[in-house]
């Protein structure tokens, strides 16, 4: 059965940083490309960051560039992201997800997120 559990979450002081761990079992993590969204309160899901199955390519979306950066360990089955100089605008529920092609079409596969709340 894929799972995907998020950790790491918590509250900091903006300016400070945190790193996200999401542990993959289930599948052949090492095959499957990783992303990172987050949902702030009132606002539409986002897509944060995107990493390939090796790790050899990341994307990061503008709003976090310079802050954050994604990897993982794929003898870990995790990936992770950090988060540093964070913003008050970063507050949101922080997702890990997979694609998956299944005959033919494509099923993504989340995590239950984890919480981080940056405030003063």
């Known amino acids: 059965q894929v799972q995907l559990v998020e950790s790491g979450g918590g509250l900091v002081q903006p300016g400070e940083s945190l790193r996200l761990s999401c542990v993959a079992s289930?599948?052949?993590?090492?095959?499957?490309?990783m992303t990172w969204y987050r949902q702030a309160p009132g606002k539409e899901r986002e897509l944060v960051a995107v990493?390939?199955?090796?790790?050899?390519?990341?994307n990061v979306a503008d709003s976090a560039k310079g802050r954050f950066t994604i990897s993982r360990d794929n003898a870990k089955n995790t990936v992770y992201l950090q988060m540093n100089s964070l913003k008050p605008e970063d507050t949101a529920v922080y997702y890990c997800?997979?694609?998956?092609?299944?005959?033919?079409?494509?099923?993504?596969?989340w995590g239950q997120g984890t919480q981080v709340t940056v405030s003063s």
């Open positions: 997800k997979t694609r998956m092609l299944v005959r033919g079409s494509a099923l993504d596969y």
């Open positions: 289930g599948f052949t993590f090492s095959r499957y490309a």
């Open positions: 990493i390939t199955s090796a790790g050899s390519t990341t």
